[in-house]
Each structure stands twice: as C-alpha cells, then as structure tokens.
C-alpha cells in the first residue's frame, strides 16, 4: 500500500494561491488514480479533484471548476493541486488519497494522507 504525505497548505488571503503537492513513498503513484478532498469544521469530507493514474483525465467539483487544477508528475512521484482565486469557503483540512479508480466518493479510495491545513482570509 502506497503512504502519503501532503504539504504546500497555509494561510493566504482571498484571490491567493497555494499549490499542494501529495508524496508517495513505499512505492509509486503508478497504476493508482489519485483524489483530492477537503473537510471543513462540521462538515462532511467532499471531494475536490481526481486523476486517473495514466493522468490523461481528470475530474473537478462544481466549486472549484476553473480554479484549482491537479496534475501528476511521474519523475517527483507526486500529484500537485494548484489552487488560484481562493475563496474564503476553501478553507478546510486538504486529504490526498489513493485508489484503483478515479472516484468522487471518497470511500473508493483506500490509501490517505494526514490532511494539510489550508485556511484562506477575507
């Protein structure tokens, strides 16, 4: 099972941009599709991005469509999520998470991260 770490989260102001970046270790991304999801305080965990393992195709919430934008890079061994124009509705704990398909429900996912925190300020 492969184990992963996020990093890139922390405080910026409304219309910033953070980039997060996900790391495998114990072995590769290859073969895995990999999502990004996010839990705010109260709330229920919602996803935010998926790639399919070749990363030919990827997949975006309504909410983010257009701003953020996640990408794989095969040579690093990691999957970035590039978030521009944030809103203060973006802040949450960011998860990145691994599994055989690009899925929206999280529970397809089999491998996860500890969260990055991302909060963003009005």
């Known amino acids: 099972q492969v184990q992963l770490a996020e990093s890139g989260g922390g405080l910026v102001q409304a219309g910033g941009s953070l980039r997060l970046s996900c790391a495998a270790s114990g072995r590769t991304f290859s073969g895995y599709a990999v999502g990004w999801f996010r839990q705010a305080p109260g709330k229920e965990r919602e996803f935010v991005a998926a790639v399919t393992w070749s990363g030919a195709y990827s997949y975006y919430a309504d909410s983010v469509k257009g701003r953020f934008t996640i990408s794989r890079d095969s040579a690093k061994n990691t999957v970035d999520l590039q978030m521009s124009s944030l809103k203060p509705e973006d802040t949450a704990v960011y998860y990145c998470?691994?599994?055989?398909?690009?899925?929206?429900?999280?529970?397809?996912?089999?491998?996860w991260g500890q969260g990055t925190q991302v909060t963003v300020s009005s």
């Open positions: 998470a691994a599994g055989h398909s690009s899925s929206r429900t999280w529970s397809s996912y089999n491998s």
